[in-house]
């Protein structure tokens, strides 16, 4: 089973610059969830899934990052203008529904830097 | 905002001993889990125990669960270099249905 696709896996952009990041999940997964982590601390959920229809999308900083997931299946998430403090890695997850129970399948990530 | 926070932040061991890790968190949970995170195989879920749980085996690692304490121990037996990653809890707050969220983090160095 082919695991969580991500790209480009490295971005350097400057501020107010715009850039987009892409997601392929886990065939048949209905659920994907957009993390940022910033160096030195845990995954933060910006945004979340399920089908094609967003369910939590309230630490996501909509002056700026957008996401969408048409047809659900691939997931982009945007940022635009990007900031210094948008530097971090942006994980994609996936998992087969929503849930507590439910085991979240993570991509290897998009580092993004911003000077 | 984060849930929870891993203790020590850093550690450090050699080949065969054993390494464990504290995670502490602030609201009741419905399950808590843990993850591993190294630049190789990026972030995997290692093993989840539920809120009604005390103690969960799963190969070399264990994990118990203290809710009257709000807390909880990942320990790795008989360590190995391949273990080098950063480790995460993270729960899911009974409060709140599907948002995970992550503690801080320990990294830990297994030498050979």
């Known amino acids: 089973e082919a695991g969580v696709a991500q790209s480009p896996r490295y971005k350097i952009i400057e501020k107010r610059q715009s850039v987009a990041f892409w997601c392929n999940p886990i065939s048949g997964h209905a659920t994907l969830y957009w993390y940022q982590q910033i160096l030195g601390q845990g995954p933060k959920l910006l945004i979340q899934?399920?089908?094609?229809?967003?369910?939590?999308d309230s630490q996501l900083p909509k002056d700026r990052f957008s996401a969408e997931r048409l047809k659900g299946v691939d997931s982009t998430l945007k940022i635009q203008p990007a900031k210094l403090e948008d530097s971090a890695v942006y994980l994609c997850a996936s998992s087969r529904t929503s849930g507590r129970n439910n085991e979240q399948f993570f991509g290897p990530g998009t580092r993004l830097t911003v000077l | 905002s984060q849930q929870g926070e891993e203790d020590p932040q850093a550690l450090s061991i050699q080949e065969g001993e054993n390494a464990t890790m504290n995670c502490s968190y602030k609201t009741s949970i419905n399950n808590l889990q843990w993850y591993r995170q190294n630049s190789g195989r990026g972030l995997v879920h290692l093993i989840l125990?539920?809120?009604?749980?005390r103690e969960k085996h799963s190969g070399r690692l264990r994990v118990t669960l203290d809710t009257s304490k709000k807390s909880s121990s990942l320990l790795i037996t008989a360590s190995r270099a391949a273990d080098t990653a950063s480790y995460f809890c993270a729960t899911f707050p009974s409060y709140n249905t599907d948002k995970l969220i992550f503690g801080t983090g320990t990294r830990l160095q297994v030498f050979p």
């Open positions: 125990i539920r809120s009604n749980e």
């Open positions: 899934f399920q089908n094609n229809g967003v369910v939590d």
